[in-house]
């Protein structure tokens, strides 16, 4: 009898499951709502997202990055929605962000009826949970998948979900079974990899804004970003830089656990001369527009040697290196202004070093710089160090205190 038991299950379990999504999806489906962002001149779409309910009189949440042309382009996008399967569709009115968070707070007019609440704790791993979205504009879609916890070492929560979330599903819910918003869509790395903004962000935003918030929303996105460049600031440059040694050198490293670095080595007999590399760099850059993200770190370190070119060609080489830029930062000439950079030779760390230092101002939030660094300097007649450094989305101040910590831990020491 237990072959018989035991082949009852298998065929039972999957029908079982099935319904279970299909029970969700029938209760919930209303409460989920189609995003676009609609070119005024043209009348025609111009992105998609997901967004859902989370009040009877029409709040609806998404993606920051759903809706941000209607704060930096205003005028030329207006937002509506259409909802679940009824096919009921509106305006929607901005009202308040979290840019940090990637969250936006609107509201439907005439938008009213069923809606999910945030849940403010994290499911344990293995839980199943429900995505909902529009991928690709075909229509409401459930995913079931499983929460894998908050992701490690990240400098923002995140939810890591294993389920197929697309494009066109961000901003769309996550629910568990009893129908409660454990978080919303905001990323996928392809092959059931999906990222989650945490709900308790949604109920932050709610209880901090009421709807109703008290500055203008391109002032919000630069407070925000200010105050949050402050708080990570703070948590590097309160402590010494760590460093790791690299050909007789004592280079930054990984600063903080929300950096990753990655190293390589690179030997071109037809080029007389050896190269060691290491870069780090932040996963957690902000989205500000289509042609801008912020808030991001990069530094690269190359080490160079040669035992034949000679000084003359070796000197040479590093001069050409050392005109290369090694980072291509976001943004367009509406978002920036130029770099404004300084040079000058240095003593220091055991050696001359030549130091670049660049600035450059965004031109709608009043504040915030983008910064660059390069460093160079030779140790030996056949030695050199080349060092680049990318911040962006810092005060002047930050940026500062940040290149000169960064400087003074690039040391000499064989």
């Known amino acids: 009898m237990r072959p018989l038991f035991t082949l009852f299950l298998l065929l039972v379990l999957p029908v079982a499951s099935q319904s279970s999504t299909e029970g969700v999806y029938a209760r919930y489906r209303d409460t989920v709502l189609q995003v676009k962002i609609v070119d005024v001149a043209s009348g025609a779409k111009a992105s998609i997202g997901s967004g859902f309910m989370v009040s009877a009189d029409g709040l609806v ?7 941000a042309e209607l704060i930096h382009q205003p005028g030329r996008y207006r937002a509506e929605y259409i909802r679940g399967d009824a096919g009921g569709s509106g305006p929607l009115q901005l009202l308040d962000i979290d840019v940090v968070h990637d969250l936006a707070l609107l509201r439907g007019a005439k938008l009213t009826g069923a809606f999910l609440r945030p849940r403010l704790d994290v499911p344990a791993k293995g839980e199943r949970l429900f995505a909902f979205g529009n991928p690709h504009d075909l229509g409401l879609t459930i995913v079931e998948g499983t929460c894998n916890g908050l992701l490690e070492d990240s400098l923002y929560d995140k939810i890591h979900f294993t389920g197929a979330i697309n494009a066109g599903m961000s901003g769309g819910p996550v629910i568990d079974g009893r129908g409660a918003v454990v978080g ?19 109920a932050a935003l709610l209880k901090g804004s009421g709807g109703n918030p008290a500055e203008p929303l391109l002032e919000r996105v630069r407070s925000q970003l200010l105050a949050n460049q402050d708080r990570y600031m703070r948590g590097l440059l309160g402590k010494p830089f760590v460093t790791e040694k690299i050909k007789g050198y004592d280079l930054p490293a990984r600063l903080a656990p929300f950096l990753k670095c990655w190293g390589d080595s690179r030997h071109e007999p037809d080029n007389l001369y050896d190269q060691v590399v290491q870069t780090c760099a932040s996963d ?3 989205f500000l527009t289509r042609q801008q993200a912020t808030g991001g770190i990069r530094f690269r370190h190359d080490h160079y040697s040669s035992a034949d070119l000679g000084p003359v060609r070796f000197y040479g080489l590093m001069e050409r290196q050392f005109n290369k830029p090694d980072f291509d930062p976001d943004g367009d000439e509406k978002s920036v202004a130029n770099f404004v950079c300084t040079s000058d030779l240095v003593a220091g760390g055991g050696s001359d070093v030549k130091v670049v230092f660049c600035l450059r101002p965004y031109k709608k939030l009043k504040g915030l710089f983008d910064a660059y660094l390069s460093v160079a300097t030779l140790a030996g007649r056949d030695q ?28 000499w020491n064989p």
């Open 61 to 67: 949440v998404t993606n920051y990055h759903v809706v």
């Open 184 to 202: 919303v869509n905001v990323a996928s790395g392809g092959n059931q990899l999906g990222f989650l903004v945490p709900a308790r962000h949604v």
């Open 284 to 286: 957690d850059d902000i």
């Open 384 to 411: 050199a160090l080349q060092s680049s450094l990318l911040i962006s989305g810092v005060s002047d101040a930050n940026a500062l205190a940040f290149a000169r910590s960064y400087l003074e831990a690039i040391r």
